[in-house]
């Protein structure tokens, strides 16, 4: 029995009987009027248990949540926006502004108006940012009388005491300062907010680095990475954040304690399974685990330290590790690191989505070490290919150092994925008798995607024909294809010019979403086939340099004859393409060059000076400039329109991908930038984490919970 016939059941058998008669064992024109009325009944039914569920907050629909809102008094922030973008962008965008949890705990906040903690959940619950509240009057120096000494107080600094002078001009710091007549309000709050959020890595190996055998870095690109803390917030909802309890770099200082024995060991807080660091060695199956007494915190700089043998050495502040030259091998690590967003491959939750008809085929070894299904990535594709449709989940979050060659047939899909909370490491080869790449090669109505996964060592080749109203898929989905193939130590692309994506004579329409990749490079007969569709959606396309090709045909070819769409994305580097269709929210880091000037449009942007490009609208730095000349009444001088268009340019705090602040907007950064798009949200990748509206929401909020004497000030940590 299904739903839709349940009405049907309801009939008397004499009726049934006859209709079965008309329409023969699978029902006649009675049972598929009815079933028609079921289906409707079913919605019906939806409806009012939603209805139900609805009167709660916890289970109501995104739509009720300001209507709850209201009768406990809350306002919104009203930002005379009008609602741009698809439903979808509009409701992640009235969450933002409108917190189903800020509304939840609306009445209890009130009960505790005026104490520091509420500051703190106010931060946690409008605008998601873990925070810490500091009361700037106890870090005012004054003299203490002898016989009432406040130890909580601030004290003057002690230059022998390394502690103290790190934490200096931060959330945590204990060191008295002196009164600021003009600018400092005794009765004032610092609110210190976290934007960065802190993300795992389980079970991967470490990269030794070379010529040096007893040498690992936590990142298995062996680049220098600071390790972050694993937050645990306190549930008392009195308490004041302390440093372990937000998402910071794990400093050394805090990283050592002394053991029983007096010696310096790891901290039992930070150190551990399930905590923010782990280090094993040994066969997958059989690891031998480090506890917090056998790791010695340390400075590994120059790499001068060596542990005694049992022993290693830890770096946090390098992500760096560090044996007894008689004792490493096979490294595994668990650790955090930091960055803005769920971007590229990391062990976040994704939506998975499948063929219907498609095999799992699973890949990697469980949390004992024993294997799933196939070991070798090679394996699980060889038996991909007997299938028509075949998903190759990674079920580990290890390296797989493979050369892939994948042909689909047509009218077939592969798909490449990690399996939630997994981040697995694919590194081509690299030899050096040959170029070799993760090769795709496909057919007329087939699909290829790649999903959750960071690439290392080469490139991404696609090739490959449809028909013209055929065309296969690839689709690049929640992954890191490392820009430059690999970096160095300190973060800086080994192979610069070389692209991570190459498209070469196919005809396949590419999708790339919430994605890091470096350049993509197309190659096609312009004579004989039709530009290549490539969209590009929430990701950062970084050619490692403004002066560098991002997306172009081969190296000095020119223009890509590719149809562009991009919205809420950053690309650093030259843009050469033959057709923009659209551009929205996005920052161009890098000269335009748009051949088919007649079509498309580009919206809300950032296009640099001399760009070729199509018709633009509210894009800067164009829209500055107006608004300078409409201010001054008359048209700048060439003095003034340089300096404005230096001010509107977009800073980064760092542009090499490895940090952990890559591609995040500098606060100098002009508010056209900050603020530029369509919803008043900012510029390009991180568009969606909505920060501006985050923040204009938490400052109305913190003005109904503070004394009216009190002024709180919003600090960036991070």
Known sequence: MTLDDRLYRLLPAIYRQRDEELGG??????????????????????????????????????????????????????????????????RLRERCVIPRREVANTIANRRRKGTLAVLEALAKETAGWPARAVEVFKLLGWTQPVNSVRLNRGRTLDLRDNRMLELLGGPFERAAHTVNVNGFNIPSVDLFVWRLNSYPVT????????????????????????????????????????????????????????????????????????????????????????????????????????????????????????????????????????????????????????????????????????VVQFDSLGDALREAGKHRHAVVEIVDSRLYEESIRIVLPAESSLQIRAANHRRPVIQIPDRRTGRDSLRVDISADSRFILDGLLISGRSVLVTGHGTENHRPDVIIRDCTLVPGWMIDIHCKATDADQPSLELRDTSARIRIER???????????????????????????????????????????????????????????????????????????????????????????????????????????????????????????????EAEKLRVV????????????????????????????????????????????????????????????AAVSIIYAS
Not at 63 to 75: A, E, H, Q, R, S
Not at 534 to 548: E, K, L, P, R
Not at 611 to 619: A, D, G, K
Not at 674 to 686: H, K, L, P, V, W
Request: glycine residues 8%.
């Open 650 to 709: 977009p800073h980064f705090n760092a542009t090499h991908y490895g940090s952990p602040v890559y591609c995040q907007l500098a606060l100098d950064c002009a508010p056209e930038i900050t603020a530029g798009a369509d919803d008043e949200s900012e510029m390009g990748a991180f568009h969606d984490l909505f920060q501006p509206q985050r923040a204009a929401n938490l400052r109305q909020r913190i003005q109904e919970y503070v004394p009216s004497s």
């Open 25 to 90: 064992p699978a029902g006649g024109p009675l049972f598929a009027l009815l079933g028609v009325i079921a289906e409707q009944a079913g919605v019906v039914e939806q409806d009012i248990a939603q209805l139900y569920e609805n009167w709660f907050i916890e289970t109501c629909e995104d739509w009720v949540v300001p209507y709850i809102g209201d009768l406990v008094g809350y306002t919104p922030v009203s930002d005379g926006v009008e609602p741009a973008g698809s439903a979808a962008e509009q």
């Open 203 to 370: 079970r991967t190996q470490a990269s030794c680095i070379d010529n040096q055998p007893n040498c690992y870095t936590f990142s298995i690109l062996g680049n220098n990475a600071p390790l972050y803390n694993n937050p645990r917030p306190d549930p008392r909802r009195d308490h004041v954040a302390d440093e372990l309890e937000v998402p910071v770099p794990i400093r050394r200082e805090i990283f050592e304690v002394r053991g029983k024995s007096g010696k310096p060991e790891a901290n039992p807080e930070i150190y551990g399974p399930g905590k923010s660091i782990l280090v094993a060695v040994g066969e997958p199956e059989k690891l031998r685990v480090f506890t917090a007494q056998e790791v010695i915190p340390a400075d590994l700089t120059h790499w001068r330290y060596s542990p005694p043998y049992g022993k290693i050495a830890i770096d946090p502040h390098l992500g760096r590790i560090a044996f007894h030259a008689e004792e490493a091998s096979d490294v595994w690590v668990w650790y955090r690191y930091g960055f803005s967003a769920a971007m590229g491959g990391g062990e976040y939750k994704r939506r998975l989505s499948q063929h219907a008809d498609a095999v799992v085929i699973q890949v990697g070894r469980d949390a004992q070490g024993n």
């Open 515 to 641: 994605s890091i990749l470096g350049s993509i490079e197309v190659t096609q007969n312009e004579l004989t086939s039709d530009p290549v569709p490539v969209c590009i959606s929430d990701s950062i396309v970084d050619a490692t340099s403004d002066g560098m090709d991002a997306i172009s045909s081969e190296k000095g070819c020119g223009i890509a004859y590719t149809l562009l769409t991009i919205a809420r994305s950053t690309v650093i580097g030259h843009v050469h393409v033959h057709q923009i269709e659209l551009a929205e929210n996005c920052i161009f880091h890098g000269a335009m060059t748009v051949a088919r000037r007649q079509t498309g449009c580009m919206r809300f942007c950032y296009v640099p000076p001399g760009s070729r490009t199509p018709r633009r609208y509210e894009c800067e730095p164009d829209k500055a400039l107006g608004e300078l000349a409409s201010a001054l009444g008359h048209p700048p001088d060439d003095q003034e329109n």
